[in-house]
């Protein structure tokens, strides 16, 4: 088999699922939107705020720390990706691959280190 | 069959939106997603080449990029939200001081 | 043909909401068209059988990226994007530019060859996690130390930019 025509034929259940996935929901939306009757008026289609009348815009600032967990998740969802073919290759690659991911560990506790000490963990 | 010059074209088309992006719009998250565009136009070809040719280097080289780019984009946007809080604005075209 | 069809329907997604990503006037609806373009991404990755990539990509780019964008977009309200203009004014020129670049790169690459296309069988389990490993961690030690060193600067400078204005 020549790379051109390579098909990933085991990928197949995937895309039927993504597939199926997609047109429940996208079906959903469209059915429920021919066969409902719709007659809007103004106290309907108000964002429903446990009866209360809503009384300012949904669209406020966020708080900076969520920008801080993101970030954080981010940089060790790297560390994640690294560890994996680690993890799956540990057999061929010993105590050398040991080491190896140890020193990278430290590296990246550091900055661990760094974040808990400046408060950027705590949400107060 | 697909021959590899189709994933070249590809990946040269999607750079060059990235390209016109960067140099064209004002708001500075656009920008940034438009350097995103182009290191994925990047890794596209890494990986194509690395299917083309049986060569796991161009995959590796793929993770790497993708490390940069987490790290890139971190610093970007916490550089950003300070730039947005002192200068109240997101337009580059707006950030015309060197001091101030 | 059914090769063809996959790519051609992959690429066209590509092209088509990388445009939009650069076009449109809400940042928000930028992030969600490049939500789709980094799915459809994905989907060629594995058509090149790099399926560990084409995870990555979902759960780094997907999953971890864009959402720091998109956390980043709310952060910073943008009511006042929809009366200011998108793009500088030299915009048409720059299309224009691209579109002479795109046309430059098809004309070399549909006139050139690429050496040894398509000549080498593909081992199917060659290209899996576990071979991945093994280079990874035994030929390519020093960029993989090298990259958590640079992780670690973004961790760090990220956490000093952002904690900077919190503190006051």
Redesign the interface.
């Given at each position: 088999m020549t790379p051109g025509s390579y098909l990933p034929g085991h990928f197949l259940p995937v895309a039927i699922f993504l597939f199926v996935g997609i047109a429940v929901g996208v079906g959903m939306l469209v059915f429920s939107r021919l066969v409902s009757p719709r007659r809007p008026y103004r106290e309907k289609l108000m964002t429903y705020e446990s009866g209360i009348t809503p009384f300012s815009d949904a669209h406020q600032k966020f708080s900076i720390r969520y920008y801080i967990i993101a970030m954080l998740f981010l940089i060790f969802d790297i560390e994640a990706v690294f560890l994996y073919p680690w993890a799956v290759a540990y057999d061929r690659i010993g105590l050398y691959g040991l080491v190896e991911m140890v020193i990278f560990i430290i590296i990246l506790l550091v900055g661990y280190v760094y974040a808990w000490k400046k408060g950027a963990l705590e949400w107060e | 069959?697909?021959?590899?010059?189709?994933?070249?074209?590809?990946s040269?088309?999607?750079f060059?939106?990235?390209?016109?992006?960067v140099?064209?719009?004002?708001?500075v998250?656009?920008i940034?997603?438009?350097i995103?565009?182009m290191l994925?136009a990047a890794?596209?070809n890494l990986?194509?080449f690395?299917?083309?040719?049986?060569n796991?280097?161009g995959?590796?080289f793929?993770?790497?990029v993708?490390?940069?780019?987490?790290?890139?984009?971190?610093?970007a946007?916490?550089?950003?939200?300070?730039l947005?809080?002192n200068r109240g604005?997101?337009?580059v075209?707006e950030f015309n001081l060197l001091k101030g | 043909m059914i090769n063809q069809l996959i790519f051609a329907y992959f690429a066209a997604v590509i092209v088509v909401s990388a445009v939009l990503v650069i076009t449109r006037k809400n940042p928000v609806h930028s992030v969600m068209f490049m939500l789709l373009l980094f799915f459809h991404i994905a989907g060629v990755f594995v058509l090149l059988n790099a399926e560990f990539l084409a995870a990555v990509q979902l759960i780094v780019y997907a999953g971890a990226i864009l959402i720091l964008f998109l956390f980043v977009v709310i952060l910073l309200s943008v009511e006042r994007e929809s009366q200011a203009a998108r793009a500088n004014r030299f915009w048409p020129w720059l299309a224009g530019f691209g579109l002479i670049i795109a046309g430059e790169i098809a004309l070399l690459v549909l006139r050139g060859s690429f050496p040894g296309e398509g000549k080498m069988a593909v081992q199917v389990a060659g290209a899996g996690v576990r071979d991945l490993g093994v280079v990874l961690y035994s030929k390519f030690l020093v960029p993989f130390e090298i990259s958590s060193v640079i992780l670690l600067v973004g961790l760090i400078g990220a956490v000093m930019l952002a904690k900077k204005k919190t503190n006051e």
């Amino acid at each position: 088999m020549t790379p051109g025509s390579y098909l990933p034929g085991h990928f197949l259940p995937v895309a039927i699922f993504l597939f199926v996935g997609i047109a429940v929901g996208v079906g959903m939306l469209v059915f429920s939107r021919l066969v409902s009757p719709r007659r809007p008026y103004r106290e309907k289609l108000m964002t429903y705020e446990s009866g209360i009348t809503p009384f300012s815009d949904a669209h406020q600032k966020f708080s900076i720390r969520y920008y801080i967990i993101a970030m954080l998740f981010l940089i060790f969802d790297i560390e994640a990706v690294f560890l994996y073919p680690w993890a799956v290759a540990y057999d061929r690659i010993g105590l050398y691959g040991l080491v190896e991911m140890v020193i990278f560990i430290i590296i990246l506790l550091v900055g661990y280190v760094y974040a808990w000490k400046k408060g950027a963990l705590e949400w107060e | 069959m697909v021959p590899l010059s189709w994933y070249v074209l590809l990946s040269a088309a999607l750079f060059t939106i990235g390209v016109v992006g960067v140099l064209s719009r004002r708001n500075v998250f656009i920008i940034l997603m438009s350097i995103e565009l182009m290191l994925n136009a990047a890794n596209i070809n890494l990986i194509a080449f690395s299917h083309y040719l049986q060569n796991l280097t161009g995959q590796i080289f793929v993770i790497f990029v993708i490390t940069v780019a987490a790290a890139e984009a971190a610093v970007a946007l916490a550089l950003i939200i300070l730039l947005a809080r002192n200068r109240g604005t997101v337009y580059v075209d707006e950030f015309n001081l060197l001091k101030g | 043909m059914i090769n063809q069809l996959i790519f051609a329907y992959f690429a066209a997604v590509i092209v088509v909401s990388a445009v939009l990503v650069i076009t449109r006037k809400n940042p928000v609806h930028s992030v969600m068209f490049m939500l789709l373009l980094f799915f459809h991404i994905a989907g060629v990755f594995v058509l090149l059988n790099a399926e560990f990539l084409a995870a990555v990509q979902l759960i780094v780019y997907a999953g971890a990226i864009l959402i720091l964008f998109l956390f980043v977009v709310i952060l910073l309200s943008v009511e006042r994007e929809s009366q200011a203009a998108r793009a500088n004014r030299f915009w048409p020129w720059l299309a224009g530019f691209g579109l002479i670049i795109a046309g430059e790169i098809a004309l070399l690459v549909l006139r050139g060859s690429f050496p040894g296309e398509g000549k080498m069988a593909v081992q199917v389990a060659g290209a899996g996690v576990r071979d991945l490993g093994v280079v990874l961690y035994s030929k390519f030690l020093v960029p993989f130390e090298i990259s958590s060193v640079i992780l670690l600067v973004g961790l760090i400078g990220a956490v000093m930019l952002a904690k900077k204005k919190t503190n006051e």
